[in-house]
């Protein structure tokens, strides 16, 4: 996957906390074993009501929200069930970014797996943010991964800590796979000695 250093967009804001794993992907759509084609079904339930019509006042829904690339939410976001269908689902909908006050740790590896960058604010940060709203979106953002910087229109800029291992790992685009075949040689030689001393 393409390694993530900066991202620049606007900011849909979903003002809940506790959003589990089951909102975000509903499990009866969990029956592919690809990563494409589950943004459709991106928190489902709350997007359409019953009988297949969309659900205007959901937050997601409303046309300043529609193409944003990072979300705001409240706290334990992504909790529940450790399915990864979760982040294939915002990846795809069109998320890089999430922002939270925190995460479920299996939903928080889970993102960064799959090239999404999931940013822990406090309360009060994610509160200034939000103060620069228009409805359910934050005109523009800049995130930099490298500096652990979010910045806003009016330049105020927003800290984060990130875990060195996982902050190498989207920079470069590595997954555990990817970390694994650099090893390649070193593989293949005790290997290759396991079969000579038999």
């Not at 659900?55 to 706290?75: P, Y």
């Not at 940013?119 to 953002?141: D, F, P």
Request: hydrophobic share 35%; net charge negative.
């Amino acid at each position: 996957m393409p390694g993530f250093k900066t991202h620049s967009g606007s900011a849909a804001i979903l003002d809940r906390d506790h959003v589990d794993t089951d909102q975000i992907i509903p499990k009866q759509f969990l029956k592919k074993i690809d990563k494409a084609g589950y943004g459709e079904f991106l928190f489902f339930d709350w997007r359409y009501h019953s009988d297949g019509t969309e659900n205007k006042d959901f937050e997601l829904n409303s046309s300043e929200a529609r193409k944003s690339s990072i979300l705001i939410t409240g706290k334990n976001f992504g909790c529940g069930s450790s399915r990864e269908h979760a982040p294939w689902a915002l990846k795809d909908y069109g998320f890089h970014v999430i922002i939270a006050e925190s995460f479920a740790d299996i939903f928080f590896n889970n993102c960064v797996k799959n090239g999404i960058l999931p940013i822990r604010l406090t309360k009060e940060e994610i509160r200034n943010l939000q103060s620069e709203r228009a409805g359910n979106l934050v005109r523009a953002l800049m995130i930099d991964l490298e500096r652990q910087t979010v910045k806003n229109e009016k330049g105020e800029v927003f800290s984060f800590e990130f875990d060195p291992y996982w902050k190498k790992m989207l920079l470069n685009g590595w997954d555990e796979i990817s970390i694994t075949l650099q090893q390649e040689a070193s593989i293949k030689k005790y290997e290759d000695e396991r079969i000579v001393n038999g």
